[in-house]
């Protein structure tokens, strides 16, 4: 007799009966995902990213990849001689780091995620935010030189290339109405982009779990919170530090327009699937407060940013009843 290889044949047909309402739900959606740039530096996470991106296509759903680069950004000036310097946590960028910047984010990371997932198919393009006009950007603060944030999103371009089945994957540049380019925080990038088509979801991929109730609690997850929880929590204190520009990039994304965004730990390996796909879920998931929705409230429980939970992370539906 042969020696069963994996899970049993009992386990598989579960998972894929599981994941089945979950696909017919979304079939046919836009999920934008932000890929930041540590985890592109990681060739197995960016395997795995691959393959659940292609996955997602193939099962009908739309996905549109927005990356960062700051990493690779910063190698490569270090090599040229040229020291970074930040402010708030964004860099400083004169017309040498952009260009730079202009070089790694298209030229390079943008390729390498475009090569991996075309390892599946033909199905990627690379492109950035001065392409077909996609986004219009402003001068945030001349302190910081050519650092932008977006004016307008014009997703035409994103639309076609979703109506021809193929993967956009967005580096976050922009140009302002004069032609000048500008280097954009891709988390604030992909909140303006899924908004403005009116995504199902807008995916954030962190070096994080999730949004946690207690920091020092891994147990604490919050499975699901709407925009007024996040801002009760910012307020509080409770979210703070670096996880505040991260919730901040998923309210932009609900009230632009995207039905939910999620905030999931990117070095888990096919966590898009099994965020997307399953019960459970795997991290955390914002919705717009109820008064914002265009339908009636849900009657689901909303786990709050202020309680504490051992039981978030099974106590949400996805979006899916």
Known sequence: MATQRGYSPELRTAALLEALPYIQRFRGSIVVVKLGGNAIVDDGVLRTFAEDIVMLRSVGLRPV?????????????????KESTFRDGLRVTDAETLDVAR???????????????????????????????????????????????????????????????????????????????????ADTVAGA?????????????????????????????????????IEAGIASGLISGGMVPKVLSCIEAVRAGAASAHLLDGRVPHVLLLELFTD??????????????????????????????????????????
């Open 193 to 229: 982009l899924g908004g403005a088509l009116g995504a199902e979801k807008v995916v954030f991929l962190t070096d994080v779990s999730g949004l946690m109730a207690d920091v020092d609690d891994p147990a604490s997850l919050v499975a699901r919170a709407s925009v007024g929880d």
């Open 103 to 185: 070089m790694v984010l298209v030229g390079k990371v943008g390729r390498n995620i475009v090569g991996r997932i075309n390892r599946y198919g033909a199905y990627a393009v690379g492109m950035s935010g001065e392409d077909g006009g996609l986004i219009n950007a402003k001068l945030r603060d001349p302190e910081l030189g050519f650092v932008g944030d977006v004016a307008s999103v014009s997703p035409g371009i994103i639309q076609r290339l979703l109506a021809e089945d193929m993967i956009p994957v967005v580096s976050s540049i922009g140009v302002t109405d004069d032609g000048q380019a500008l280097n954009i925080n």
């Open 280 to 321: 459970a879920g795997i991290g955390t998931m914002i919705t717009p407060d109820a008064q914002d929705l265009p339908t009636a409230p849900e009657t689901a429980t909303t786990a709050t940013a202020s309680t504490t939970t051992n039981t978030a992370t099974t106590d949400r539906t996805n979006g899916a009843e």
């Open 65 to 81: 990849v927005v990356h960062g680069g700051g990493p690779q950004i910063g190698e490569l000036l270090g090599r040229l001689g």
